[in-house]
């Protein structure tokens, strides 16, 4: 039996074709509209095959893809049109972490670094550009002293400025609406919870671009702790 699957989720547009002859089967692959690549197994018995099949079958769904019954009226899929680099594509990028691989850092980012490889080395730029920006509004002492137990108290005994940028980094990586939401109401801070990766998704994509190793994006404004100087200022008074 053949069964067709297709996958036109995102950048995706690739086919995947499986049919089980007997003991053996045969998966043809590709992007849609080329002929694609074939492969076969064979096994000791047809269950075996069968049960393989499966296996591969629920891979690729948990992979977007869909079952369909032929890939003659498959629609064509539209190749979308260049975009640079601003805020609503930053935000686009940082809505397509996969929260459902979260402790796995590389696997949540994975759909976002794609995207970003995807582009030129100075929307990449651009994008370290924004994620600054966005790190340097929330550096002040209202937003560190809505922290839980590791708030800025004055004191610093307990304060660690590294600590208050990664939790800075939460904000932002949980998307432009919450972002906006504790840029304006401290208190929604998050309490324990950080998410420093977020700082080295450029980078990686900076590297992974050009093919170097150890480089990283220089930004004019620092995300550093304490660098928004006027936040920490107009707050102290």
Known sequence: MKRIFINQTGDSNKFWITEQIDEKYIVKWGKIGTEGRTNEKEFATKEECSKEIEKLIKEKINKGYSETKDLINIPIKQISEYRPMDEEVF?????SFNWSKLGNDDAVLKPALKKLISMTVDDI?????????K???LDGLIYASNIGSDSYTGENDHFSADYFLYI??????NGEKFFN?????PTSMPKEMDFEPLLYLADEAYNKKLKTEGEFIETKLSFETFSNIENWKSNCN
Not at 125 to 133: G, M, N, V
Request: glycine fraction near 0%.
């Open 91 to 95: 935000w686009e990028i940082i809505s």
């Open 168 to 173: 800075r980094c939460c904000v932002v990586a």
């Open 125 to 133: 730029k651009q994008f370290a550009e924004i994620l600054a920006k």
């Open 181 to 185: 939401h504790v840029l304006t109401n």
């Open 135 to 137: 790190l340097y509004e």
